[in-house]
């Protein structure tokens, strides 16, 4: 856009894809659009850990292929929230609206990990902080619902995996870049995790061809998180409110202060 650049506005939370040094450096202002999308992301967490745990897209192409024949008492099997332990990672305002959401499945235990403790937060669910390690061997769930940042860039790598029981089962609802998809793969295909759904990848579209597309107890979503038409909508005006202030120098509804 060159030097007529004055002010940004994104329909998004996550401010990953702006380049924030370029920008502060030629003190362009930045909207965006926090909290609107809380709700609607939390629910799409809860009903892709869900889908995952019960194996809802593997049930469904059985009925569809063929497969679904007489009663076997394994068979579709899957794990239950009822006295489980969920680690959530990043108790933010989505983190914390998935473990509100959670509560009532019966969870025994939450654990949650971030830059420091929040025990406000925390008091409503009862989580404990923990460090990253101990999140990782103790839960049944973990939900990753952090920001992409430095600290957090590909900090679900092989050794989080190998902390992780058999039986867990992994959600990443934030950015793709979290993850390292190289050792959530090799995890998954040999049995080192239950299973994990995405909602976010790198890069995003995921290629068809991708390795993790091929496995069976792993479930990827488009990135449809804030994917509700309300939430879209709100999204949207605030976008535009955002930019309209910023263009006539006013103070922003929503503003990134860089």
């Not at 029981?165 to 793969?185: C, H, P, W």
Request: net charge neutral.
């Amino acid at each position: 856009a060159g030097p007529g650049l004055k002010v940004i506005s994104t329909m998004s939370v996550g401010f990953d894809h702006l380049a924030l040094e370029e920008i502060k450096k030629r003190g362009i202002r930045v909207g965006y659009t926090p909290d609107v999308l809380t709700d609607a992301t939390a629910e799409l967490s809860v009903a892709l850990l869900l889908a995952v745990c019960r194996r809802l897209p593997e049930a469904v192409e059985q009925v569809k292929n063929g497969g679904w024949t007489t009663w076997k008492p394994l068979w579709m099997c899957g794990y239950g929230l009822s006295d489980s332990t969920v680690g959530i990672i990043g108790l933010g305002r989505i983190g914390q609206a998935v473990a509100h959401r959670l509560k009532p499945f019966g969870v025994k235990k939450f654990l949650y990990t971030g830059s420091c403790p929040k025990p406000e937060s925390a008091a409503e669910f009862e989580a404990e902080f923990v460090p990253l390690t101990r999140l990782a061997e103790e839960s049944d769930f973990v939900v990753v619902t952090c920001a992409l940042t430095p600290a957090t860039q590909g900090m679900c790598n092989k050794d989080f995996f190998s902390r992780m029981k058999k039986t867990s089962v992994f959600i990443n609802t934030s950015r793709g870049a979290v993850v390292n998809q190289e050792d959530l793969y090799d995890a998954l295909a040999h049995g080192q995790i239950a299973a994990a759904g995405l909602d976010v990848t790198t890069p995003e579209p995921l290629p068809t061809d991708h390795p993790l597309l091929s496995l069976k107890n792993c479930v990827i979503l488009p990135h449809i998180g804030s994917a509700t038409y309300a939430t879209r909508s709100t999204m949207a005006v605030l976008a535009a409110n955002n930019l309209l202030a910023g263009l006539q120098g006013e103070p922003m509804p929503h503003e990134l202060l860089l």
